[in-house]
């Protein structure tokens, strides 16, 4: 088969891999990756026949930043942290990365900066600083108390005092990272030159961290309050976050991209977002060209959880919108391991594969969820993410989930020479490239099987979403159809997610005029392609098929 030839925007029909580059790979032996060590790695993700086969690589942040948290504190948006490499070796990596036909994401800090940034230095200077409405300052109230009572993502008050001006700074996650003022059209000119800075360096698109906070109501409210296990959740964020100066900005964003149709921009929201996340689109071609939609996310193995966010995220995406899918990133426990509780994680993870690579949107994988990489199982003294330390172990926090890639079963997994800053996840000597790279019944194969149906395939692509309510409780069965002109192209997928084998017919109605096809591929590596019938078929324990419907 030959590749389908979207007309559509690229990262419709792109496979984007996210790269946590302290964790990829490590080119000088210090045990924190490096730009170096991405590049030496491309041809593994894309440019030979037996690469990943991916489009794009978003890369999280790496621009010279104290590591409060893990650079999205930034202190210099237009220069790359010494950790990682230079500016030369930026450019080396997006020249290599074109070079194989993949793309480069960087991600967008817009809603705060680190307090060691210039501008912040600036307006914490004096009252007077010109740069002093660049960031969000008020006084308290009396008996020295905050402004209000807004809660901070990471625990604490949203408001630091700031002892040499006698007043309070805004900061919706980390004391050292103060929130941009985006009322200020200073503020926004900035950053776009920031976004032009990086589009001269060929950059292809950015993910935008933490969208929705870029609002804020200026006369200060209180937010209501309601009870929860911790400040953050202990109230109603009504005023400090999703407010209508959000989506001013963004318009502005993609107004000032207006001749530059080929830059993607993805949006990172909260998935309680009043209106959910898909308001972060606009009308579909003002706003942003994705929003992440995080509910399956954080949802459990459950097919009626799975059908529900599935058709209620895929029905809110405007006309001129796209969504992404997405199961694991740099925040959360990887979905092998939170799909995998109470069941066979192996089996769930090949079958939530399937899923990745056939709902409607952009697949997004996280680096190591290829190969099955597991949450590492960490010791405190392990810890390194402010945040996990924070709320451990009550709270699995992020460092689990941030562990090196395994690349072969050598001592350090073939991440680094040195000592890794993460140790490495319990199990790389059995779960890591080398050992899966050529076996056609691991992870890594079915990964690469997935994006190559993927790729060929107009439905899947391009194709709609039409959901199936027959079967069985425990399954999802779905069709994906793609038509033009007298072009038609019709594929089923049916996922078990339960432990327990079924036998399931589907009634001519949902398939009509189709009743047979052929089984072309399965997440069981024993079984084969087969002629299928809509009358009866099977499904084994967590398996995941696809069909070609006549």
Known sequence: MTPAQPSAPWWQSAVVYQIYPWSFQDSNGDGIGDLPG?????????????????????????????????????????????????????????????????????????????????????????????KRDWYYWADGKSGRRPPNNWAARFGGSAWTLDRHTGQYYLHSFLPEQPDLNWTNPAVREAVFDVVRFWLDRG??????????????????????????????????????RDQPHTHEALRALRASLKDRADIFLVGETSSDTPGGPAVFYGDGSNELH??????????????????????????????????????????QSRHIDR????????????????????????????????VGLRDGRLRRSDLRDPYTIRYWPWKAGRDPARTPMPWDDSPQGGFTSGTPWLPLSQDWRLTNVAREQHDPSSMLSLYKRLIRLKKHSQALTLGAYHPIDEGPKECLLFTREFREADKRQRLLIAVNFSAQPHRISVSVAS????????????????????????????????????????
């Not at 609002?215 to 005023?239: F, M």
């Not at 799909?339 to 899923?355: E, V």
């Open 38 to 130: 991405i590049i030496s790695r491309l041809d593994y993700l894309n440019g030979s026949a037996d690469s990943l086969g991916v489009d794009a690589i978003w890369l999280s942040p790496i621009y010279p930043s104290p590591m409060h948290d893990f650079g999205y504190d930034v202190k210099d948006y237009c220069d790359i942290d010494p950790r990682f490499g230079t500016l030369a070796d930026f450019d080396r990596l997006t020249l290599e990365a074109h070079r194989r036909g993949i793309r480069v994401v960087m991600d967008l800090v817009l809603n705060h900066t680190s307090n060691e940034h210039p501008w912040f230095i600036e307006s914490r200077s004096s009252r007077t600083s010109a």
């Open 203 to 240: 950059v292809d698109g950015f993910r935008l961290d933490a969208i929705n906070w870029l609002g804020k109501e200026t006369s200060w409210p209180d937010n209501p309050r309601r009870l929860a296990w911790r400040s953050y959740y202990r109230q109603v964020h009504r005023y400090d």
């Open 290 to 331: 994705e929003v992440f939609d995080f509910r399956l996310l954080r949802s459990d193995w459950r097919p009626e959880v799975f059908r529900r966010l599935i058709t209620d995220s895929d029905r809110a995406v405007p006309q001129g919108g796209w969504p992404p899918v997405v199961f694991s990133n740099h925040d």
């Open 339 to 370: 799909y995998g509780a109470g069941g066979d994680p192996i089996r769930r993870a090949r079958a939530a594969a399937l899923l990745l690579f056939t709902l409607r949107g952009t697949p997004f994988v996280y680096y190591g969820e290829e």
């Open 511 to 550: 398939l009509a005029p189709a009743t047979t096809g052929t089984l072309i591929l399965s997440t069981d590596p024993q079984r084969v392609e087969e002629d299928w019938n809509a009358d009866q078929f099977h499904l084994g324990p967590d398996e995941g098929i696809v069909v070609s419907l006549q």
